[in-house]
């Protein structure tokens, strides 16, 4: 097409047919580690035969968000909105939120991209202690991606009232905060009138294909958001998963274990290999090399796939294996590049 403005492309993990065409191989030969996703999905509870006949009716659209509101510690009275995967929700930010954009980081690129296609001003910010006074919207990823940084609740918190007393909104995204619920500003959100969070259901979960998330936000900013997504942005079976799900204590604990043991054992295997751990949540860790580039590279030959940043050249992220088998295929393939 004429006149029209080249869109950039932005990296994400999971690229496996693009790996393919490059490296060669079918998906299934090939181990992804290139996602922050939990690798062993949770058993599905059984489904209905009418969330698949019939679209979502609000008794179970109410039932799941408010089964998300207790596993996430929602304020009184604030029930989270399921969005089909936060991505559905970050695309309408610009839609939503008004005035010049900061976003903490270096972080997900999503963000500054889709505030940036939307013609507004976006400043990418090394921290809290960098931010002006003019912003009408901060992002706060927390954990971070892909660098594993947190920020304290209270910290959160203040930065909140701050913003709020110049009428600017806080928006923090806790993908990853299942691990590390001590963080979570969760149970502020809406309470404190300019406070938003999302959550992710499938990284924790293991169901990144579900297309699953919840926006925790007061009233006002939950009714704009509904508007922008349309009636049933989440099917029935979506719903009904989640409903079961997160009620399961057990399911979770469990959860929390399988991850930490997964964890515990990337981290070794990138040790045992003398690579630096530049930071990392339990579902990721980010390695910083001046090799990183050629890594990647190896490790492709070797039809394993990570995680690599076009801004950050010296970065590498490694997802979780599944299982022990998959943890000697890394070893032997970082140990034949050590070896190199």
Known sequence: M?????????EHGGALSRACSRYGGVPGEWLDLSTGINPNPVPLPAISAGAWARLPDEDLLSSAADTAGIRYGAADGISPL??????????????????????????????????????????????????????????LVNPNNPDGRTYSPGDVRTLARDLSGRGAFLLVDEAFGDLQPQISVASQAGDVENLVVLRSFGKFYGLAGLRLGFVLASPAVRSVLENLL????VSGPALEIARHVLADDDLHRQTIASIGERSRSLNGILYEAGLAIAGNTALFSLV?????????????????????????????????????????RLRVALRAFVDS
């Not at 976003?103 to 940036?116: D, K, L, N, Q, S």
């Not at 349309?230 to 942005?233: A, I, N, V």
């Open 82 to 139: 399921p969005v089909a995967g936060t991505q559905s929700v970050i695309q309408r930010l610009p839609d939503i939120f008004s005035g010049k954009v900061a976003v903490i980081g270096p972080t997900y690129e999503e963000y500054r991209v889709r505030f940036e296609r939307a013609g507004r001003s976006v400043d990418l910010v090394p921290g809290m202690d960098a931010l002006s006074d003019d912003y009408g919207l901060v992002v």
């Open 2 to 10: 004429t006149g029209t403005t080249e869109i950039e492309t932005i």
């Open 288 to 328: 910083e090399d001046p090799r990183a580039a050629k890594l990647h590279d190896h490790l492709c030959r070797h039809r394993i796939l990570t995680r690599k940043f076009s801004y950050m050249p010296h970065w590498l992220r490694f997802g979780l294996c599944a299982n022990g088998d998959d943890d000697e």
């Open 230 to 233: 349309g009636t049933w942005p």
